[in-house]
């Protein structure tokens, strides 16, 4: 625990932080990567040249600060974090490179003196405790799955299939014949690579995009312009090649008893994780209402549309409706434009449904403001982002 004097100290740089802004967390990751440039082999590049991993560090440590007598608070936020962290493989010795580059720029950036400093270091080593303890009973739990595994396992792509212009699938089965863990509706693939011609290592998470076998993992991959990894992957990988594979992990997951009904929002590439909700519910015959609510652009990007209708024929209560921003003249779809839930306000009325949401943050916005004015409860809409999480 941390002692008043600690807290209050710590509480007092709230002002400082916030008129700093992106500036610190921008100064603390130039100063790491020059002096453990072995840790670009593990963060994500392209998220640390377009800001939002700065951002996202930014707004970790001020609401570090602004909750450090509440830190029950940060569960939620501690929870997505150490998840993630697992699909990075992080481990306890680097939150103490970590720690110290955050004093450093701290001390270059401010000068505050040996007492915020000391301060800062204590608040910093307790919530590290906290990372530390949760990822170790995450690697743990993986590990001891059937089919479980510690640190990377290497599998090898055995398909790879164009769903879309944009999306494609593709299906990893281990090297060493064995089976793979089980894993939530909703979780994510860590997936390592470094092929020739790339710079660094590079790890992304990508949602399972079916329910557990035991034999496989499926994921799907959208081409992103100037997207390292999703070019790679869509251009140059080839059946029968390797890749190293993090255990499934994440905390977006389907979690329903049989009673819930359950409407599943998505938009582009965001639909994945709800594939493996839609795959879960078909496999368990869900009694109650099952609604899917998908965006694209128009039918040339939008993936995996037969799947759906074939898993939604097996449901004993479901229902679709797809929209297309700019339709072209030989699409089928059944409606053009933006998303609006108030044509389905008769399926979503009821208190117990439970809401999962997943694409651009333009767009989940969007739909969960819908979703409230329609009555829904907060606490029933949940939702991923794809990169840095950002508050909807």
Known sequence: MLDAQTIATVKAT???????????????????????????????MSNQRNGDQREALFNAIAA?????????????AVEKIAQKHTSFQIQPEQYAIVGGHLLATLDELFSPGQEVLDAWGKAYGVLADVFIKREGEIYQQSAAKIGGWEGTRAFQIVSKTPQSALITAFEFAPQDGGDVADYQPGQYLGVWLKPEGFAHQEIRQYSLTRSPNAKNYRIAVKRENGGQVSEWLHDQARVGDTVYLAAPAGDFFMSVDATAPVTLISAGVGQTPMLAMLDTLANRAHPSQVNWFHAAENGAVHAFAKEVQVLGATLPRFASHVWYNAPESHDE???????????HEGLLSDPATQFYLCGPVGFMQFAAQQLVVLGVEPGNIHYECFGPHKVL
């Open 333 to 343: 779809y059944d409606s053009a434009g933006l998303m609006d839930l108030r044509q």
């Open 14 to 44: 709230i002002p400082l932080l916030v008129e700093t802004g992106p500036k610190l967390t921008a100064h603390f990751y130039d100063r790491m990567f020059a002096h453990n440039p072995e840790l670009k082999e593990i963060f994500n």
């Open 64 to 76: 570090y600060a602004s909750n450090i007598e509440n830190l029950a608070a940060l569960l939620p």
